[in-house]
């Protein structure tokens, strides 16, 4: 059986190489496909060389664009490779648009699709990921979720009990395999930081990052926070592009994006971690790190009912005193179930024996 794998962008290679090594293990033919999405050395590089993941099989070179010159570019440049390579299954990973403009060329060709990270929702149509979840589980025929409101959130939907598969979190299994060895990197020299007595923050999302006003609004909590504790920033592509016309207060360092290694040190022994991302929610409760989300909502929230998050939206007085109080108070480390470094395994068990002929069905209620 041969099995085509998809990553595009930063947040796809720590998900897919834990899936490719339990593909490989499992005897099935894995060809390794980057369409390009992210293309910097600090945004993609990094990860194969952190992660040892082998190179690529092909590189589709996209390129950045517009949600739509993206989407038709991987779709474009997709849709011979998959002719050409006649797949038995097509595993995608995550919700970054070259996730469904893959999904949809791999449906459209008849492979088997699969979707590592399905039935995560936000319910927040103004986010292009989640449109590119709900796109991508709706042509998947193999729906591997990562947490039990994953599961429920598919079921309501009405797909088939039989297409839903509650395997766990890849991320995980990737930090958990890396922890040891990113602990050991000399990262906070040079930073002026010790280990404990900072805070990390990231940055990424349209809605906080591409209004400047939004972003100095942020950056005003920031500040105020930094008064009392250091920050640490390493900055995500798109939000430089806006950072670089604001003030920047005392007390936030701005670093370039971090590799995966150095990241996970900065997470693993941060006093406190502000955010947008998605992975970084996962990893900080796994890591039972403090962490807040300077979001409306999320996608995730079992790392608020059984992790270490809380989203505090987007109000600077909100952010500044729910840090300060995590601070003085901590709070509570927990870790859910099937979390636990083997969701590629099961991943694995799942795919090795998916059947050609079991797909395209309608799901239940639609
Ligand atoms: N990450 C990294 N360097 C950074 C920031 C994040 O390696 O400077 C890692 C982080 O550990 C996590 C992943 O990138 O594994 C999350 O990706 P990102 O925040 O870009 O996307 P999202 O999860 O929001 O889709």
């Given at each position: 059986m041969r099995v085509l794998c998809v990553a595009a962008a930063r947040p796809n290679f720590m998900k897919v190489k834990p899936v490719v090594d339990a593909l490989e293990a499992a005897g099935l033919e894995t060809v390794l496909v980057h369409t390009g999405q992210h293309y910097d050395a600090d945004m993609s590089e990094v990860f194969f060389d952190d992660l040892g993941?082998?190179?690529?099989?092909?590189?589709?070179?996209?390129?950045?664009?517009t949600q739509a010159e993206q989407a038709a570019r991987v779709m474009t440049a997709f849709e011979p490779l998959v002719n050409k390579l006649r797949p038995d299954q097509l595993v995608v990973v995550g919700d970054v648009t070259s996730t469904m403009a893959c999904a949809l060329v791999g449906a459209k060709t008849g492979c088997l699709v699969a979707h590592v990270e399905?039935?995560?929702?936000?319910?927040?149509?103004?986010m292009p990921e989640e449109i590119n979840r709900v796109v991508t589980d709706r042509v998947s025929d193999i729906l591997l979720a990562p947490s039990p409101d994953a599961v429920e959130n598919l079921r309501s939907e009405g797909y088939r009990v039989d297409q839903?598969?509650?395997?766990?979190n890849v991320m995980v299994d990737t930090l958990l395999a890396n922890l040891d060895r990113a602990r050991q990197?000399?990262?906070w020299s040079g930073l002026g930081v010790e280990p404990g007595s900072y805070g990390l923050v990231t940055l990424h999302r349209p809605d906080n990052v591409d209004d400047p006003q939004q972003l100095r609004t942020i950056l005003g909590a920031l500040g105020e926070i930094a008064r009392r504790m250091p920050l640490v920033f390493p900055v995500h592509p798109r939000t430089r592009s806006t950072l670089d016309g604001l003030g920047i207060p005392d007390g936030l360092s701005l670093l370039p994006p971090a590799g995966y290694l150095d990241f996970i040190a900065l997470e693993s022994a941060a006093a406190v971690v502000l955010t947008d991302s998605g992975g970084v929610q996962e990893e900080t409760t796994v890591l039972g790190v403090p962490c807040l989300t300077?979001?409306?909502?999320?996608?995730?929230p079992i790392t608020v009912t059984e992790g270490t998050?809380?989203?505090?939206?987007?109000n600077p007085d909100s952010i500044v005193s729910t840090t300060f109080k995590v601070l003085e108070e901590g709070v509570v480390k927990r870790r859910p179930a099937?979390?636990?470094?083997?969701a590629g395994e099961r991943i694995g068990e799942v795919l090795a024996r998916?059947?050609?002929?079991?797909?395209?069905r309608p799901t239940e209620q639609l």
């Amino acid at each position: 059986m041969r099995v085509l794998c998809v990553a595009a962008a930063r947040p796809n290679f720590m998900k897919v190489k834990p899936v490719v090594d339990a593909l490989e293990a499992a005897g099935l033919e894995t060809v390794l496909v980057h369409t390009g999405q992210h293309y910097d050395a600090d945004m993609s590089e990094v990860f194969f060389d952190d992660l040892g993941l082998r190179p690529p099989d092909h590189h589709l070179g996209v390129g950045s664009g517009t949600q739509a010159e993206q989407a038709a570019r991987v779709m474009t440049a997709f849709e011979p490779l998959v002719n050409k390579l006649r797949p038995d299954q097509l595993v995608v990973v995550g919700d970054v648009t070259s996730t469904m403009a893959c999904a949809l060329v791999g449906a459209k060709t008849g492979c088997l699709v699969a979707h590592v990270e399905a039935g995560l929702r936000s319910r927040d149509w103004t986010m292009p990921e989640e449109i590119n979840r709900v796109v991508t589980d709706r042509v998947s025929d193999i729906l591997l979720a990562p947490s039990p409101d994953a599961v429920e959130n598919l079921r309501s939907e009405g797909y088939r009990v039989d297409q839903i598969h509650l395997v766990g979190n890849v991320m995980v299994d990737t930090l958990l395999a890396n922890l040891d060895r990113a602990r050991q990197r000399p990262v906070w020299s040079g930073l002026g930081v010790e280990p404990g007595s900072y805070g990390l923050v990231t940055l990424h999302r349209p809605d906080n990052v591409d209004d400047p006003q939004q972003l100095r609004t942020i950056l005003g909590a920031l500040g105020e926070i930094a008064r009392r504790m250091p920050l640490v920033f390493p900055v995500h592509p798109r939000t430089r592009s806006t950072l670089d016309g604001l003030g920047i207060p005392d007390g936030l360092s701005l670093l370039p994006p971090a590799g995966y290694l150095d990241f996970i040190a900065l997470e693993s022994a941060a006093a406190v971690v502000l955010t947008d991302s998605g992975g970084v929610q996962e990893e900080t409760t796994v890591l039972g790190v403090p962490c807040l989300t300077l979001r409306d909502n999320t996608e995730r929230p079992i790392t608020v009912t059984e992790g270490t998050n809380q989203v505090v939206g987007r109000n600077p007085d909100s952010i500044v005193s729910t840090t300060f109080k995590v601070l003085e108070e901590g709070v509570v480390k927990r870790r859910p179930a099937l979390w636990d470094g083997r969701a590629g395994e099961r991943i694995g068990e799942v795919l090795a024996r998916a059947e050609p002929g079991a797909h395209r069905r309608p799901t239940e209620q639609l």
